[in-house]
């Protein structure tokens, strides 16, 4: 079992729907929780950290974490085609990021 | 100037080649990183250092070796290398303080193709 495991997708979208990212890790003793976003031919770069159980939002997006259940989720509301773009969950492990699979939103106009 | 370079950019090669892919920082940042990623992989750890004196293995170093020339410079090595070595490997870097915060700053990116 990978150490951090999302559904790949694609996840396709209409433009202005909500869309859901889900992510699960398996160290139970994990503290930090980031999502990165990935547009195609780009480096990685971050968009929501999330330490604490519950929701943390910024702006369009909203980082949720549930650490009983080992699951951290990324909203994005009103999706734009600009949100087009893969999403990486990451957990903090040792001072590193341990990256999940990442998962391929596509937001259709 | 980007903040994090990596050299080569693209670079085809032969199998049991040897290949250095070279990666120099001027943030300042003691901790940096290579990852490698595969299509419907994400990014996985090849090695990490948190400072000059300090390398350690990542989730997948079997085949690779690294270097850490200077606070700002470090190299990841292919001794002999295969077709599936073939990914974009990318280089990163964080302060101690943005180690605890998690963010990465990532170079573009080094595409290395095994023939």
């Known amino acids: 079992q990978k150490e951090v495991e999302q559904n790949s997708g694609p996840l396709s979208v209409p433009e202005g729907a909500i869309a859901s990212l889900n992510c699960t890790y398996s160290?139970?003793?994990?503290?930090?929780f980031f999502w990165y976003r990935q547009y195609s031919g780009k480096s990685p770069e971050l968009i929501m950290s999330?330490?604490?159980?519950g929701d943390k939002e910024d702006g369009r997006f909203t980082a949720q974490l549930n650490k009983a259940s080992q699951y951290v989720s990324l909203l994005i509301r009103d999706s734009q085609p600009s949100d087009s773009a893969t999403y990486l969950c990451?957990?903090?492990?040792?001072?590193?990021?341990?990256f999940g699979q990442g998962t391929e939103l596509s937001v259709k106009p | 100037d980007a903040d994090v370079t990596q050299t080569p950019r693209n670079r085809i090669t032969k199998t049991g080649k040897r290949i250095m892919l070279e990666c120099s920082q001027t943030?300042?940042?003691?901790?940096m990183y290579w990852y490698r990623q595969d299509p419907g992989l994400g990014l996985q750890l090849i090695y990490y250092?948190?400072?000059?004196?300090?390398?350690n293995k990542g989730e997948i170093s079997d085949g690779y070796s690294v270097s850490r020339q200077a606070q700002a410079k470090f190299s990841l090595s292919l001794e002999s290398a295969i077709p599936n070595q073939t990914a974009l490997y990318f280089c990163?870097?964080?302060?101690?303080?943005?180690?605890?915060?998690?963010?990465?700053?990532f170079g573009e990116g080094s595409r290395l193709t095994v023939l």
């Open positions: 250092s948190f400072d000059v004196k300090d390398i």
């Open positions: 990163a870097t964080s302060d101690k303080g943005q180690g605890y915060t998690g963010e990465l700053f």
């Open positions: 999330i330490y604490s159980n």
């Open positions: 160290d139970r003793v994990s503290q930090s």
């Open positions: 990451a957990v903090k492990n040792g001072g590193k990021l341990i």
């Open positions: 943030k300042g940042h003691d901790r």
